[in-house]
């Protein structure tokens, strides 16, 4: 699969967006969507991911990665499955604004799209330990901040510390000997 990035980043004039009353579009403009749409999916630089691909330029082009990742976001933000994801692409047009997918025809996320994805990356971090998507995180983690209305001078409970501090757990617990425990 050849690596492209997206071209079809603004609304055409055959748009599904533009069939929408103005009522609706005023909603989506107004909601979350709109948000990311005109915050956080300009940010995502695919050309950070072109190394996952083939620099072939015959081979099959690749669901645009800005699309991609930022469905992941969506993913973690709105905390669903893969499956409850796909099914809002398809058929919500909030997340489709979001991804700029709404003059596709049809979507471009399939079931697998999302886990080929993260293959890739496991599999070019294991070869170089670079992790992509976390620098991609980094680069983007001050808009980020802002649009979820974030304070970053608190510290948060959520389920990433809880596991690491499980983990750490498990390390001092190894580490002490059997008639202490």
């Known amino acids: ?9 603004q609304l055409s004039l055959d748009d599904n967006f533009n069939q929408l009353t103005d009522r609706t579009k ?4 107004n909601s979350w969507a709109g948000a990311f749409a005109k915050t956080i999916f300009p940010l995502i630089n695919e050309e950070r991911f072109a190394v996952l691909y083939s ?13 991609v990742v930022a469905a992941l976001l969506l993913k973690e933000m709105c905390r669903l499955t893969d ?15 979001a ?10 996320i399939s079931d697998r799209t999302l886990s080929r994805f993260r293959k890739r990356l496991y599999y070019y971090e ?6 992509l998507l976390k620098e ?3 680069a983007m983690a001050e808009k980020m901040v802002d649009f979820m209305d974030i304070n970053p001078s608190l510290k948060r409970m959520d389920s990433v510390m ?18 202490v425990i």
């Open 1 to 9: 699969m050849g690596f492209s990035a997206n071209k079809h980043q």
């Open 26 to 29: 005023k909603f989506i403009l």
């Open 55 to 67: 620099s072939n330029a015959f081979s099959r082009p690749n669901t645009p990665v800005n699309i």
């Open 83 to 97: 499956d409850e994801l796909l099914l809002n692409i398809l058929t919500d047009v909030k997340y489709q604004y």
């Open 99 to 108: 991804l700029n997918t709404t003059s596709y025809l049809e979507q471009p």
């Open 126 to 131: 294991m070869e170089t330990g670079v992790d």
């Open 136 to 138: 991609e995180m980094l």
């Open 162 to 179: 809880i596991a690491s501090s499980c983990k750490r757990c498990l390390d001092l617990k190894s580490s002490i000997p059997v008639s």
